[in-house]
Nanobody, 129 residues
Framework: QVQLVESGGGLVQAGGSLRLSCAAS???????????MGWFRQAPGKEREFVAA???????????DYADSMRGRFTISRDNAENTLYLQMNSLKPEDTAVYYC????????????????WGQGTQVTVSS
């Protein structure tokens, strides 16, 4: 199994920044660097939505993808030595308020939550106006 633990959420004013972290571990999680890692979020009464993903490509490079509303404000990155995924969030808006989830999958190349096998418990991000 794979365990994912998010941290870094909190309360921030509009225009502020937060950095989320996701620590990955597990008995079979020996190839973190090849897993697709993603961030999703879910606001009250809404469906879980894609935020960003980082997937391993040929030549040991990584491809990143962002939801349109986050592109330019959010940055996804990973530290393979520490088995940790990050999400730097800048210029936060009240509509970014949600529970943010880290997800992992050995094969996913998409933006749908259905394509990810492993999930963290989530961390709350609240942006005040």
């Amino acid at each position: 199994q794979v365990q994912l633990v998010e941290s870094g959420g909190g309360l921030v004013q509009a225009g502020g920044s937060l950095r989320l972290s996701c620590a990955a571990s597990g008995r079979t999680f020996s190839t973190f660097r090849t897993y697709t890692m993603g961030w999703f979020r879910q606001a009250p009464g809404k469906e879980r939505e894609f935020v960003a993903a980082n997937s391993w490509s040929r030549g040991s490079t990584y491809k990143t993808d962002y939801a349109d509303s986050m592109r330019g404000r959010f940055t996804i990155s990973r530290d393979n030595a520490e088995n940790t995924l990050y999400l730097q969030m800048n210029s936060l808006k009240p509509e970014d308020t949600a529970v943010y989830y880290c997800a992992a999958d050995p094969n996913s190349r998409g933006n749908s939550p259905l394509e990810y096998a492993y999930w963290g418990q989530g961390t709350q991000v609240t942006v005040s106006s």
